[in-house]
C-alpha cells in the first residue's frame, strides 16, 4: 500500500528554535497535504491543508506566521513550528490525499519543547 | 472545526461480546465517514469507511450511517483484547481526504 514517510519521529527543541518536520509520499504523488496535531488524550484537531504549488489553507485559529507550510513538489510538505513554545508540544501528524482512495497518515512527530 | 461528536469513555467490554461505538455529526454536508484505531502514540489507521445509509460489515466490524439523524456507528463483534485502543470518528465534506475527527472513544476489551 502507499506509504507516508514523516521526519523525525521525535524531536525536542529549545523554546525560542524552529522545528521542520517533513512528510514525504513515497510511492505516489499527492498534490494535497493535510496536517494535523493531538495533544495528550485529545483527538486530532486539523490545522492546515498543504497544496504542492500555492498558499497552504490554515483552519480558523492557526496561526499562519507561526506554523510555516511549504508544499514545494507532489512528494514532499514540510511544516515548519517557528518560535516555538511550551504549549506547542503536540503529536504532529500528516496525512496525504491520493484522490479516490483513502487517506494515508505519517508515523507522526512527537515534538517537546523544553 | 466542522463538530464530531463522541463518547469520549472508557468503553470496557468482555472479551467475546460486542462493542458498541457512536458518533455524531453536525455537518449535514458530509459525504464520507470512517472509522479509526489509534494506539498510543501512533498514527490513526483505517478500520472502515462508508458513504451511504445502511449497514457494512467487515469481518468483525460493522459500519453503520443514518444521515437523516447524523450519526454513524461502528459495531466489534468477538471483541478480542488487541482491540483495545481509542477509535476515532472522522467525516469529510469535500471530495478532498480532509477529516474532522471526533475526540475518540477509549476502548477496553477484558480478558
Known amino acids: 500500500g502507499a506509504v507516508v514517510s514523516q521526519h523525525p519521529s521525535r524531536v525536542i527543541c529549545k523554546s525560542g528554535t524552529s522545528v521542520k518536520i517533513e512528510c514525504r509520499s513515497l510511492d505516489f504523488q499527492a498534490t494535497t497535504m493535510f496536517w494535523y496535531r493531538q495533544f495528550p488524550k485529545q483527538s486530532l484537531m486539523l490545522m492546515a491543508t498543504s497544496n504542492e504549488g500555492s498558499k497552504a489553507t490554515y483552519e480558523q485559529g492557526v496561526e499562519k506566521d507561526k506554523f510555516l507550510i511549504n508544499h514545494a513538489s507532489l512528494t514532499l510538505s514540510t511544516l515548519t513550528v517557528t518560535s516555538a513554545h511550551p504549549e506547542d508540544s503536540s503529536f504532529y501528524i500528516c496525512?496525504?490525499?491520493?484522490?479516490?482512495?483513502?487517506?494515508?497518515f505519517g508515523q507522526g512527530t512527537r515534538l517537546t519543547v523544553v | 472545526q466542522k463538530e464530531v461528536e463522541q463518547n469520549s469513555g472508557p468503553l470496557s467490554v468482555p472479551e467475546g461480546a460486542i462493542a458498541s461505538l457512536n458518533c455524531t455529526y453536525s455537518?449535514?454536508?458530509?459525504?464520507?465517514f470512517f472509522w479509526y484505531r489509534q494506539y498510543s502514540g501512533k498514527s490513526p489507521e483505517l478500520i472502515m469507511s462508508i458513504y451511504s445509509n445502511g449497514d457494512k460489515e467487515d469481518g468483525r466490524f460493522t459500519a453503520q450511517l443514518n444521515k437523516a439523524s447524523q450519526y454513524v456507528s461502528l459495531l466489534i463483534r468477538d471483541s478480542q483484547p488487541s482491540d483495545s485502543a481509542t477509535y476515532l470518528c472522522a467525516v469529510n465534506v469535500d471530495y478532498f481526504n480532509k477529516f474532522y475527527f471526533g475526540s475518540g472513544t477509549k476502548l477496553n476489551v477484558k480478558p
Open positions: 455537518d449535514r454536508g458530509s459525504q464520507s
Open positions: 496525512s496525504a490525499d491520493r484522490a479516490l482512495t483513502e487517506a494515508f
